[in-house]
């Protein structure tokens, strides 16, 4: 019988190495970036698309439907 006993690290979302609440006094000299990086992005295969992506992704990558939470669908980047 499989063990039902919860994971000691909580799993995060795609892209995330860490999740903080956001703070005031912590966080009080945040800013936006004025340029757009995706370097984290850049060893993924494969991401999440919601439907109204469709359109511009397909032109460039194959979009993926694969099993597991229904209705997830993805772009695959070729290697």
Known sequence: MASTAPSAQPRLPLFYNSLVPLSPALHRNL?????????????????????EEFVIA????????APGDPGTAG????G
């Open 31 to 51: 800013t936006l970036a004025d340029e757009l990086s995706i370097d984290f992005a850049r060893t993924a295969h494969a991401v999440p698309l919601t439907v």
């Open 58 to 65: 397909q032109r460039y990558y194959p979009i993926v439907f």
């Open 75 to 78: 772009a695959a980047r070729p």
